[in-house]
Each structure stands twice: as C-alpha cells, then as structure tokens.
T-cell receptor, first 115, second 113 residues
Framework: DTAVSQTPKYLVTQMGNDKSIKCEQN?????MYWYKQDSKKFLKIMFS???????INETVPNRFSPKSPDKAHLNLHINSLELGDSAVYFC??????????????FGPGTRLLVL | DAKTTQPNSMESNEEEPVHLPCNHS???????IHWYRQLPSQGPEYVIH???SNVNNRMASLAIAEDRKSSTLILHRATLRDAAVYYC??????????????FGTGTQLKVEL
C-alpha cells in the first residue's frame, strides 16, 4: 500500500486552464504539505495543513488554493495556469506539526507541464 | 532555518563507504540536523537526524562535529541504489521550523560499479 499517493502523476495542460492535483495519505497523520520542485530541482514548501487547518502559507500566488476535505486528503487547485507553474509538485505528510524529529513522508510527485 | 552548505556532487564506487559533508556554521543551539535524500524521479525520503551525538540507523550514520558547525552523513557501503541527491537540513528544535523542511541544493551522489 502506498503511504502518500498523488494523482495524476503527469499533467499536461494549456496556459489559462484550471487544474487540480489530489493527495491522499493512509498513515493516519495529522499534517500534510505541498512542496514545489522547479526546473532547477530547487524544492520549496508551499502550504501545510494540520487537521484541516492551514498552518503554513508561503509566498505563493493566490491562484494556488489548497483544500483539505479531511485530514487524510490535501488537494491543490491551480487557477489560470502559467508557464512558470511547470514543475513537480510533491505532497507530504507527518504525524504532528512541530516536533523537530517528525519525519515527513513524500508522495511520488505530480509532473505538471503548462504549454 | 539556518543555512547549510554542501558540495554539488560526489562520486563513489559501489560497496565503498561514502562520507557526505555538510557545513552549518550559523547553527543555533536548538537546531537539529536532518538528512533527506531524493532518488531519481521520486519524492524525498528521510535518512537520519541528530542534535549533538552521533546517530546510527539502518540506512546511515550521522557524525556531528563537537562544535556542531559541520556534520557528515556516512553510507557504510554504497550501492547503485544509493545514487541520489542528499539534502542536509537544519530544523529549529523549539518550533520544528513550523515543521516545514527548507531544502538547499544538496549533493548529487554518483555511485559507480
């Protein structure tokens, strides 16, 4: 069983479209995250939710909106896609939100290409 | 989170030990040192973490300098499956850094037969 899963694995779309990426974790964790890895392989946090509450919101365009219907799911909706949104998006989860020893478990990534 | 400095790349032969260095001269007393790695086309995975004492687990060992300004991740016997980008990350022990991981550029480890 996959601990953190993401769908779709690949997403190719046109500029201006709206798309969603879904993430599910079956680890019973309370905290979930979205990270973005750009073309230079630089990996950066975007959002974090703890028990459906937004706790980290980095400087991300408001075209990106995370939604957590329950603590096992964290979806990422992107409006009006731009070329610069092309990247690999990783979902992750951890048991808690502050313990420094918390291990984060990452999904396999969603490769988004905006044409 | 404090900044870390790692070599861009390192090479190793299979079944030999690998020592991956990390400098963190501005580390604070409450910062923990974490290591994650990212295999090709996969998400990052946790390797090990420590505060002051050396740490061992089934994947690797972490050697922390006495002044904590540097650390070394040790893979005792590198295999081809260990070829990955290795990230050294500092996390605030008081807040967990809000639990976010701040990734640097990491070290690309190449393992050859």
């Amino acid at each position: 069983d996959t601990a953190v899963s993401q769908t779709p694995k690949y997403l190719v779309t046109q500029m201006g479209n709206d798309k969603s990426i879904k993430c599910e974790q079956n680890l019973g964790h309370d905290t979930m995250y979205w990270y973005k890895q750009d073309s230079k392989k630089f990996l950066k946090i975007m959002f974090s939710y703890n028990n459906k509450e937004l706790i980290i919101n980095e400087t991300v365009p408001n075209r990106f909106s995370p939604k957590s219907p329950d603590k096992a799911h964290l979806n990422l909706h992107i409006n009006s896609l731009e070329l610069g949104d092309s990247a690999v998006y990783f979902c992750a989860s951890s048991q808690g939100r502050t313990a420094v020893g918390e291990t984060q478990y990452f999904g396999p990534g969603t490769r988004l290409l905006v044409l | 989170d404090a900044k870390t400095t790692q070599p861009n790349s390192m090479e190793s032969n299979e079944e030999e030990p690998v020592h991956l260095p990390c400098n963190h001269s501005t580390i604070s007393g409450t910062d923990y040192i974490h290591w994650y790695r990212q295999l090709p086309s996969q998400g990052p995975e946790y390797v090990i973490h420590g505060l002051t004492s050396n740490v061992n687990n089934r994947m690797a060992s972490l050697a922390i300098a006495e002044d904590r300004k540097s650390s070394t991740l040790i893979l005792h016997r590198a295999t081809l499956r260990d070829a990955a980008v290795y990230y050294c990350i500092l996390r605030d022990g008081l807040t967990g850094g809000g639990n976010k991981l701040t990734f640097g550029t990491g070290t690309q480890l190449k393992v050859e037969l």
